[in-house]
């Protein structure tokens, strides 16, 4: 109920605050054409699709968490707790570079998208090895802000300095496929999220956990990482997103 009243009150605010300064357009809504529909769904429906890849793919890391017991389990959830913290300048950058691809992609400034994705890759690297090397020195103190348990400590803090040293390789995903995504490539973000979670990261995190042990999940994760970065980059160099016509007459 608390979550519900605040969202509501903060975009009853919102609305008030746009429609008052006339800070964005507003026009008496309309039915939209079935070409506008068309183009909707064709963004939308692979882009919830997706949410459902990751959500699965999270649950299905879960499972091979539970194997250890209830300390990796509270382990793990701190670390969760703090990647989703840490990992918020990529997701920022990822975001950031989006909408600018977008508008040069719309107006067919190639050169410039390269240069986004030159400099989007630049700033995820310095930042985010910055922050990999914080976490390898201070994980331990992050991990006790959630959990006293020495043992559930002690894993949390082994995985999150495992998986910080590959958080670089993750931001690269988040600025490639974020341009990849402003050409309207939703499918193939789609299918490259399918590889990343599916192909990579639940296998690899299984296979390194029962060769390594709880340790080796968190190997498997940070190797899901490089490989699927490359991955990116590879679709990003060489595949056909930039012939996408969202627009067609």
Known sequence: MATVASQGSAFLYGLIFVLRRRIAPFSVPKLPSWKEVK???NLGIPSGMQM???SAGSAAIMSVVTFFGGSVVAGFGA?????SLLLLPARSLGIAVTSMAGQNIGVHNWSRVKKIAKYGVLYNLSIMVTIGLLVVLFAEYGVRLF???????????????????????????????GIVRAAGAMYQVLVLNIISFWVLR?????????LFGDIGIAIGMGTSFFISSIVAFLYFRYGKWRKINLFKN
């Open 79 to 83: 670390a969760q707790r703090l990647d």
């Open 52 to 54: 459902a890849v990751i």
């Open 147 to 177: 959990i006293r348990e020495e043992e559930a400590v002690q894993f949390g803090t082994r995985y999150l300095q495992i998986v910080a040293l590959c958080f670089p390789f993750l931001g690269i995903n988040f600025i490639l496929n």
């Open 39 to 41: 183009l909707i769904l």
């Open 202 to 210: 639940y296998p690899l995190t299984f296979f390194f956990s029962r």
